[in-house]
Every structure is written in structure tokens, then in C-alpha cells.
Nanobody, 122 residues
Framework: QVQLVESGGGLVQAGGSLRLSCAAS????????MGWFRRAPGKEREFVAA????????NVADSVKGRFTISRDSAKNTVYLQMNSLKPEDSAVYYC???????????????WGQGTQVTVSS
């Protein structure tokens, strides 16, 4: 069993940056593909980014491409989401999740954190 804990969320002005972290306990993250998702009020959870086990392959949603970067540090058992040039529409609860396949589909992710709130003011 893997427990995931997100951190790094907060309130930031439009154009600002945040770095989210997802730390794992219980088991190594190295056997999992890791992803970030988000859910804004009144909307469904949506894919943001995913990264392969080796960290060599990353998939990023078009809505955040060029602004968000996903990375992982195997030694620290942690996955990151660097978010730059933030927009008010990026405001959401951000979740990290673990999967056996590189996927944009929430149904393929079996481990989920509790989420961290990101609020971008205009």
C-alpha cells in the first residue's frame, strides 16, 4: 500500500509560480507511473501531467503545456509539479496519483493523495 501526501499549494497571484510535492510512504514510488490531476469547483477531475517510472517520459495536458513541468526524485520518493505563469483558471484542488500505466484516465490510477488547494487570484 502506498500513501501519498501532497503539499505546496496555496494562494498566488496570476503570473506567479508554485511547486507542488507528492511524498510517498509505505512503498517506493519507483514502481509506479505518477500523475497529477486537478478538480475545480463544479467540474470533473482532469488530467494535468504524468511521468514514467524512469522520469524520461512525461505527458502534459495541452491546457498547461509550456507552463507546468512534472518531475520525480526517486531518492526522495517524491514527485513534483512545477507550475509557472499561473492563471486564475488553474485554481483547483491538485491530486497526485500512482498507476501501472502511463495514462490520462483517472480510472487507471489506483493510489491517490488527499489533495492540496491551489488558488490563483487575478
Amino acid at each position: 500500500q502506498v500513501q501519498l501526501v501532497e503539499s505546496g499549494g496555496g494562494l498566488v497571484q496570476a503570473g506567479g509560480s508554485l511547486r507542488l510535492s507528492c511524498a510517498a510512504s509505505g512503498r517506493s514510488l519507483n514502481t509506479n507511473i505518477m500523475g497529477w490531476f486537478r478538480r475545480a469547483p463544479g467540474k470533473e477531475r482532469e488530467f494535468v501531467a504524468a511521468i514514467s517510472r524512469s522520469g524520461e517520459i512525461a505527458n502534459v495536458a495541452d491546457s498547461v503545456k509550456g507552463r507546468f513541468t512534472i518531475s520525480r526524485d526517486s531518492a526522495k520518493n517524491t514527485v513534483y509539479l512545477q507550475m509557472n505563469s499561473l492563471k486564475p483558471e488553474d485554481s483547483a484542488v491538485y491530486y497526485c496519483a500512482g498507476s501501472m500505466v502511463l495514462s490520462t484516465n483517472t480510472g487507471n490510477y489506483r493510489y491517490w493523495g488527499q489533495g492540496t488547494q491551489v488558488t490563483v487570484s487575478s
